[in-house]
């Protein structure tokens, strides 16, 4: 399944490429206002912070939500106590846009994530051109000099990179890049099936010091006091936002 997304944005980045060159994407990019601070923004507190997601449909659920205007909800998350919003930007099976990053920009005061399946630079220059603060590196479509050389770009351009893992390997593979923010997805890429422990199995491997970011396997607000129990100072919440009735309520419950 992750080769078959990272195969897929790879050739949907090349068909953009053709309308918008690499010269132009970078020239965008570099004049694009300045990056938030994403790191403060998702500093270790005395409360767990909340990364809400907008997310229309997954390889593993289908369509989950229609939204419309990408941009209220991410002024209903902000509302409700987000530390940041991740958007979704791959389209063929997440049904993401860059538009929709660049509406909740426009739309927000807190740090947003490009969250899709980045593998090279063309990909970073166009998130920080569409106004990312932020960018997912998955580990695991990833070689490690790829890994260093994408991480030492998307902090170049002044964002933060969150670098996702799914093994104590690949959290050390985060580290050794110098990664300050590195998630723990319960998901599996290669299945897709959930494992709500591999968070607390890993969390004693992300030293002090570097932001811990649970994801996946949020439904209520018992899951992310179960994170939180185990040393998550963040949870990245997505299915359970978009497919609840009000998502304002339901951070301000995640955050309790």
């Known amino acids: 399944m992750l080769d078959d997304l990272v195969a897929g944005a790879r050739e949907d980045a090349a068909a953009r490429r053709v309308d918008r060159p690499l010269e132009q994407v970078e020239r965008d990019a570099l004049d694009a206002p300045p ?6 923004a998702l500093a270790p507190s005395d409360r767990v912070k909340i990364i809400a997601e907008i997310k229309r ?3 593993s659920r289908g369509p989950l939500a229609a939204i419309t205007e990408p941009a209220a909800l991410a002024v209903s998350y902000q509302t409700g106590g987000a530390s940041a919003i991740s958007v ?10 860059l538009a929709d990053l660049e509406q909740v920009r426009a739309a927000v005061e807190i740090p947003v994530l490009r969250k899709d399946f980045v593998t090279e630079p063309y990909q970073v220059l166009e998130a920080r051109a569409a106004g990312a603060d932020l960018v997912l590196l998955i ?3 990833l070689e490690q000099q790829q890994l260093l050389a994408l991480h030492a770009l998307v902090h ?13 390997d ?16 319960a998901r599996d890429l290669a299945t897709f099936e959930l494992d709500r422990e591999l968070f607390g199995s890993l969390a004693d491997a992300i030293p002090s010091g570097v932001i811990r970011v649970a994801e996946s396997a949020v439904r209520e607000p018992a899951d992310v006091a179960h994170y939180r129990a185990a040393g998550a100072d963040v ?4 299915e359970a936002l978009v497919t609840g009735d009000d998502p304002v309520a339901a951070i301000e419950a995640f955050r309790r």
């Open 235 to 238: 949870v990245l919440a997505g």
């Open 88 to 97: 979704l930007t791959e389209q063929r099976r997440f049904h993401g846009s």
């Open 139 to 141: 580990v695991a479509a």
């Open 170 to 185: 690949e959290v050390q593979r985060a580290l050794d890049v110098g990664a300050q923010v590195v998630g723990v997805n």
């Open 35 to 40: 990056a938030l601070d994403a790191v403060a």
């Open 57 to 59: 449909a997954s390889p």
């Open 156 to 168: 170049q351009l002044g964002m933060t990179a969150l670098v996702e893992t799914h093994s104590a």
